[in-house]
């Protein structure tokens, strides 16, 4: 069943708080294998002009993901993950993420159109500080393929 | 800070080629990648949900292959801070076989532009000789004097 076109320009609820830790900067750093010690050690960070451990330029995807999952998840969404491809990423940040950020995402849907079977769903999610500080803009598209009556 | 043998930003001119990066994802990076990113889709270690989907078998995160462009970039820029925008297209999926020594991904970088203290990099991202990312492009902050310069 495809999409409803009227998706577009709705806004999805705010996430809840994400208090970004040392540790999860440093560990998402070492799952890339960034061993750039200014995501580990936070003197060397702040020796090159860090306030704390800045996170690798992706990371805003971790707090927008929560926001797609969201999105997803909402029963008059009801898309499953699974059948879900990311089709393109684009992130504008302000600044990096830093440790000790407590980060939010709201998402909206900007379009919803169809493609040969599969619906193209491009997001937007703001990522800011419980503060109201703009941190970062994560445009996600994603490509939803519905599966068809008794597939599995 | 900048490695050795590479064009520190502050030099970069239109048509600087930035070192070649090469990294090496296996199906255990994935694992970690999905804990550490909470992104659990199960086409990212499992072979028999990938092929049920259509997948050749397990497929990298689209944004772990962005992310090693990320790390190219922080590594040319000298610091992840100054990476300022980056987009990509996931164009074609990086298969991970479920063995020890996995895929590699090769980064190669370009700079287009440079103004007002920003370039633009133009960026290949390759796997198993095809190009995995398209408009693979970041804005970078060249200037001296920020966060990351020592």
Redesign the interface.
């Known amino acids: 069943m495809p999409l409803d076109p009227a998706l577009a320009g709705r806004r999805f609820p705010t996430t809840p708080a994400h208090d970004v830790s040392r540790y ?1 900067v440093s ?2 750093a ?5 061993t ?1 010690p ?2 580990h050690d936070v003197e060397v960070a702040r ?4 306030r704390d451990l ?5 990371f805003p ?2 707090v927008a ?2 926001a797609m999952t969201g999105f997803m998840a909402d029963p008059s969404v009801g898309i499953e ?13 302000q ?2 993420v830093y440790a000790g950020d407590v980060l939010t995402a709201t998402l909206t849907v900007e379009s919803v159109r169809q493609a040969a079977g599969t619906d193209l769903i491009a997001t937007r999610s703001e990522v800011a500080t419980t503060a109201g500080e703009a941190v970062c803009t994560a ?1 996600a598209t994603l490509a939803h ?1 519905a599966p068809a009556v008794g597939e ?1 | ?1 900048s490695g050795q043998g590479q064009p520190a930003p502050a030099d970069w001119t239109a048509g600087t080629e930035l070192p070649t990066q090469v ?1 090496r994802v296996t199906r255990a ?1 994935l694992v ?2 999905a ?5 659990h ?3 990212h270690w499992s072979d028999r ?1 990938a092929t ?2 259509g997948l050749p078998g397990v497929v990298a ?4 292959t ?3 462009g ?2 190219a ?3 040319w820029a000298g ?3 100054r ?8 164009t074609r999926p990086v298969v991970v076989p479920d063995d020890d020594t996995g895929v590699e991904v090769i980064v190669r970088g370009t700079v287009g532009t440079v103004a007002d203290g920003t370039a633009r990099v133009d960026l290949v991202v390759g796997c198993d000789g095809t190009t995995v990312l398209g ?1 693979a492009r970041a804005s970078v902050l060249v200037a001296a004097g ?5």
């Open positions: 999860e560990r998402f070492a799952a890339l294998g960034a750039d200014v995501h020796r090159r002009g860090h800045p996170a690798p330029p992706t995807i971790v993901f929560e993950l699974r059948n879900v491809v990311h089709s393109a990423q684009r992130f504008v940040a600044r990096p445009f393929r599995r | 800070m990294f990076d970690a990648y804990g550490a990113s909470g992104d889709n199960p086409i949900v049920a989907v995160h689209g944004m772990v962005m992310a090693l990320g790390r970039l922080s590594t610091d992840p801070a990476v300022r925008e980056y987009g990509v297209r996931f408009q920020l966060p990351g310069d020592d």
